[in-house]
């Protein structure tokens, strides 16, 4: 069976104080010994502090928002895989939707970051899905479907070290999710893509929904077949609901 994923993406939020409460928090309230792999991806300049007080249960795992698609060199204000790996980064998100409409990142970008983190040994949280538009005008399935490319370029042993988080665009900070079959459905479509390159990867990889996921749906969308936890948002910024989440996931 596939492992359960719960991931805090804290986008533009929290100062260094309040971060460093909420983990502690978090640590102090979930059971080590669930079987629900838990991450934290906090912004940037939190990312030593909080693995400074991670303990040794890896109660939490540490994630970045985001990588370069640069190695080094002069590019102001970037951060690199390697960057991220040396403060302690197990994980990274790519291809979130808000870095694909707001600054632009395109297929070929995507794919840099996704070679370089995974050749520094981070595993990737690859995000797809369809804005509304394209959902009205049944475009979706096409839409994510040509987002997967990247992922199907990649060898059988880098595909084992992804995890492809389903996040319809229009249900992003709106409070409005996909219902729990159209989360199923798309998150069965992404397993036949996948099962393109590979059935048994396809079987193997862990697909997370995210798009306004809270402790009130998680139950629901987490026992759907192809639902392996959630990328969550807004709601992961306050400790109690996102335990709630987490247990939703046990």
């Known amino acids: ?16 104080s309040e971060g ?24 940037f300049p939190l990312l030593y502090p909080i693995k400074e007080i991670l ?9 970045a928002q985001n990588c370069s698609a ?22 990274v998100i790519i291809g979130h ?9 395109t297929e070929e970008v995507l794919f840099q970051k996704l070679n370089l983190a995974l050749q520094n040994q981070l595993k990737v949280i690859y995000c797809v899905g369809e804005e509304l538009d394209q959902r009205k005008e049944k475009l979706h399935f096409n839409v994510v ?16 070290n992804v995890i492809i988080a389903y996040e319809p665009v229009w249900a992003i900070g709106t409070g409005v999710n996909a219902t729990p079959k159209q989360a199923q459905e798309m998150h069965a479509y992404i397993r036949e893509i996948v099962a393109t390159k590979d059935a048994d990867i396809a079987n193997a990889i ?20 192809d639902i392996d936890g959630g990328l969550i948002g807004s709601a992961s910024l306050k400790g109690e609901e996102f335990l709630q989440i987490i247990y939703a996931a046990s």
């Not at 640069?70 to 994980?91: D, Q, W």
């Not at 798009?211 to 026992?223: D, K, P, R, T, V």
Request: positive net charge.
């Open 1 to 16: 069976m596939r492992q359960k994923i719960v991931a805090a993406n804290w986008k533009l939020n929290k100062t260094l």
């Open 20 to 43: 460093l409460d909420l983990v502690n928090f978090l640590q102090s309230k979930v059971n080590e010994h669930d079987d629900v792999i838990k991450i934290i991806c906090p912004t």
């Open 55 to 63: 303990d040794s249960s890896k109660k939490f795992y540490l994630g």
């Open 70 to 91: 640069y190695e080094r060199g002069a590019y102001t204000g970037e951060v690199s895989a390697s960057i991220l790996k040396s403060v302690g980064c197990e994980y």
């Open 97 to 105: 939707s808000e870095r694909r409409k707001m600054f632009g990142e």
């Open 145 to 160: 479907k040509s987002q997967l490319d990247n992922l199907l370029k990649l060898s059988n042993e880098q595909l084992q």
């Open 206 to 225: 862990p697909i997370l929904y995210g798009g306004s996921c809270n402790a009130m749906n998680a139950g629901q969308l987490f026992q759907q077949k």
